[in-house]
T-cell receptor, first 117, second 116 residues
Framework: ETGVTQTPRHLVMGMTNKKSLKCEQHLGHNAMYWYKQSAKKPLELMFV???????ENNSVPSRFSPECPNSSHLFLHLHTLQPEDSALYLC????????????????FGPGTRLTVL | AQSVAQPEDQVNVAEGNPLTVKCTYS??????LFWYVQYPNRGLQFLLKYITGDNLVKGSYGFEAEFNKSQTSFHLKKPSALVSDSALYFCAVRSILTGGGNKLTFGTGTQLKVEL
């Protein structure tokens, strides 16, 4: 176990549904990340939060809405998704504080396998 | 822009033989390089990283990686492969975000298959 948990592990939703993915880290880290992993594609960074503030938004469509209420929790709210959004969504965390640390390692959760019908 | 390339989609090796998974990088400044492994239906697990210092980095599960500045490479190696090493391996390069945290740019991954 890496100290990063994600729920649910599997999610099937219709295009008109609204659902949320949850990530929790037990490592005392300050930075949290959402990645998307699609078949045959490199991992795509979606969002980065540092000390609960969003510091990176990688041109992600507005149907994905992140929320970071505190440094231990990260959510990804989903609404009106498309079938091409089906993928494995990975959460990660690292120590990263303002200015970053060169040695920071990101630790990943097990992912949520999302299927959009 | 920083990037890494993994030239092989798949690597096959017999159990007990040495294995190498290749990675080359393109960065401005000093490279900070990582290797992760992903087992089926699982997240990524950190194996090792190069920040500075010795060019041979030792990591988890008997893996090591050799940093070669002149060849801009960071190949993952293991002296004796196990069937349980069969997984998807990712090389990544890190850049710092000014607002905090860091950004990993991943390669496309190499599927390692170790056979009896």
């Amino acid at each position: 176990e890496t100290g990063v948990t994600q729920t649910p592990r599997h999610l099937v939703m219709g295009m008109t549904n609204k659902k949320s993915l949850k990530c929790e880290q037990h490592l005392g880290h300050n930075a949290m990340y959402w990645y998307k992993q699609s078949a045959k594609k490199p991992l795509e960074l979606m969002f980065v939060y540092s000390l609960e503030e969003r510091v990176e938004n990688n041109s992600v469509p507005s149907r994905f809405s992140p929320e970071c209420p505190n440094s231990s929790h990260l959510f990804l709210h989903l609404h009106t998704l498309q079938p091409e959004d089906s993928a494995l969504y990975l959460c990660a965390s690292s120590r990263g504080t303002s200015g970053g640390r060169a040695t920071d390692t990101q630790y990943f959760g097990p992912g949520t396998r999302l299927t959009v019908l | 822009a920083q990037s890494v390339a993994q030239p092989e989609d798949q690597v096959n090796v017999a159990e007990g033989n040495p294995l190498t998974v290749k990675c080359t990088y393109s960065v401005s400044g000093n490279p900070y390089l990582f290797w992760y492994v992903q087992y089926p239906n699982r997240g990524l697990q950190f194996l090792l990283k190069y920040i500075t210092g010795d060019n041979l980095v030792k990591g988890s599960y008997g893996f090591e990686a050799e940093f070669n500045k002149s060849q801009t490479s960071f190949h993952l190696k293991k002296p004796s492969a196990l069937v349980s090493d069969s997984a998807l391996y990712f090389c990544a390069v890190r850049s710092i975000l000014t607002g905090g945290g860091n950004k990993l740019t991943f390669g496309t991954g190499t599927q390692l298959k170790v056979e009896l």
